[in-house]
């Protein structure tokens, strides 16, 4: 985590915000030398650079084409500059949380080095909150802006995680070359395949992202 000391302000909205020091300055950049992955400020709202393209026109100027993705919503647009454009550019981090309890629509994590809580909606979550275990560790997304400060924007849980097999439906009589398949259901309800090598009560590796089968823990 970084170094840089934070105060925290309680808020009714997004539970926390930070005060960032005043040496702290934005700036803008022309979107000729804006990189793809940096968040910029655009209609009032963040937006993360999926993609661009730098293109010259017939009369002999260019324009930016870019790909714009917004950090809050995920919907995306297409958005033309002038090469003499510029747009500000805002900080993204990622922050270590543990996952402690979710309560109806809100998911509560803790900071590990300064046990402050923060409290999240599930639709700040980037995958299915239905995958959360208690204290697992999560990644949350600060987002930083001249008029607010660093906020917390969303969490994404980690790429792989060992979860607990609770059933398997065994699939009897069928022969085929090379892994066979079968459904198991985890401990929290989520069904995925499984090698058919797997039983209860084994702990599994799993893609959260793409909920694939990895392999059983060791």
Known sequence: MSSILFSFTRQASFKW????????RFYKLSVGSIKKGQVVQLKDKA???????????GRGGAVV??????????????ERFRSSDSLEILNLTDEPYQYLYTE?????????????EIEMTVSQCEASVNMLEDSM???????????HGSQPCTFKLPSNYIYTVQSVVNRAGQAAKGTVYKTATLTNGAKLQVPEFVNEDD??????????????EL
């Open 137 to 147: 560790l999560v990644s949350v997304n600060f987002l930083t802006t001249p008029e």
């Open 104 to 116: 109806g629509e809100k998911v509560h994590l803790l900071n590990l080095e300064s046990f402050e």
């Open 47 to 57: 937006w993360k650079v999926l993609t661009r393209d730098h293109v010259s026109t």
């Open 65 to 78: 084409k870019m790909e714009l993705q917004d950090i809050l919503s995920s919907n995306k647009i297409n």
């Open 203 to 216: 702990r599994i590796i799993v893609d959260i992202d793409t909920m694939k089968y990895v392999k059983r």
């Open 17 to 24: 915000t930070r005060t960032l020091p005043a040496s702290q």
